[in-house]
């Protein structure tokens, strides 16, 4: 299983670290991808840690993804504004096909844990 957790209410400039933390197995064989879903929008990809990391245009420079070597993997979102609002998942392939699956498409990964909601507001 998978769980999201770290949202909350935020001031715009603001930061929080979510957090996706893996129960029942290690990461090591896995890659991660965070993704986020506003209201009336698609589910978008934020970045990914697996065979490389990658981010959106819409968050580099302001978003950092790492993992704790263990089970858990942050994604660090500084400087925030308020179109960062929107439920954040995890979700998780094996490395192994990593390399040769697009890494922002909901469509290419197969477990996702439930979401955690980020709200950029004054």
């Known amino acids: 299983q998978l769980q999201a957790s770290g949202g909350g209410l935020v001031q715009p400039g603001g930061s929080l670290r979510l957090s996706c933390t893996a129960s029942?197995?290690?990461?090591?064989?896995?890659?991660i991808g965070w993704f986020r879903q506003a209201p009336g929008k698609e589910r978008e990809g934020v970045s990914r840690?697996?065979?490389?990391t990658a981010y959106a245009d819409s968050v580099k420079g302001r978003f950092t993804i790492s993992n704790n070597g263990k089970n858990t993997v942050y994604l660090q979102m500084n400087s925030l504004k308020p179109e960062d609002t929107a439920v954040y998942y995890c979700?998780?392939?094996?490395?192994?096909?990593?390399?040769?699956?697009?890494?922002?498409?909901?469509?290419?990964?197969?477990?996702w844990g439930q979401g955690t909601l980020v709200t950029v507001s004054s």
């Open positions: 979700a998780t392939r094996p490395l192994y096909s990593d390399y040769y699956r697009t890494w922002d498409s909901p469509h290419e990964y197969d477990y």
């Open positions: 840690i697996g065979s490389t």
């Open positions: 029942g197995f290690t990461l090591d064989y896995y890659a």
